[in-house]
């Protein structure tokens, strides 16, 4: 009973908090890294969960009551602490920023900051655009996903070979595709 009264807050924030699908982003990087044989730390994969986190959570902060319609078991977790839902972001995009200082080099460090950008703008600015531009969501969200799949090469200034290209561009049009039909 005080174990389920612990691990069901700590389950729900996994499932809710947008954890799991940071995580997932995790698992995009991984999978090449692994067919690619390209050997990496966990700095990348602590950084790429981060970023993706603060556009999770701030996305869901900033629509709470949207959510709510198609959501309501995650609008009901995330109101227990959504009032300090701006400090927690503000202390996850400082954990972010200084790991990119401390990890990456200066090119990585950019493409991530910008990445973490557009994917707040989508939340501010280019959700708007899904009522008026047919499948924009899915094109946007692919194209992020997408994205991760050269982490690794820019984060490690890898050097690109005719294999290491044909590898990445395969696995970047089937991350492409998955996503949009999901």
Do not use: C
């Not at 691990?7 to 090449?32: C, D, M, N, R």
């Not at 400090?87 to 200084?98: K, M």
């Not at 070979?161 to 999901?182: P, Q, S």
Request: aromatic share 20%.
């Amino acid at each position: 009973m005080i174990i389920e009264k612990i691990l069901k807050p700590i389950w729900k924030e996994f499932i809710y908090g947008g954890h799991l699908q940071s995580l997932g982003t995790v698992a995009i990087i991984l999978v090449p890294v692994i067919l690619l044989n390209i050997k990496i730390t966990w700095d990348i994969l602590f950084i790429s969960f981060l970023l993706f986190y603060t556009i999770y959570l701030y996305n869901r902060w900033k629509e709470l009551n949207i959510d709510h319609l198609t959501n309501p078991q995650r609008t009901e977790h995330l109101e227990t602490y959504i009032k300090k839902a701006p400090i927690i972001l503000l202390l996850v995009i400082l954990l972010l920023i200084g790991s990119l200082f401390y990890f990456s080099n200066f090119r990585f460090t950019v493409f991530a900051l910008l990445v973490l950008f557009f994917g707040l703008l989508y939340t501010v600015f280019f959700k708007k655009l899904t009522k008026k531009i047919f499948a924009f969501k899915n094109f946007y969200v692919a194209i992020f996903f997408t994205l991760v799949v050269i982490f690794p090469v820019i984060y490690y200034n890898y050097p690109l070979t005719e294999v290491l290209i044909r590898g990445l561009l395969a696995f970047m049009i089937f991350v492409f595709l998955k996503t949009i039909m999901m």
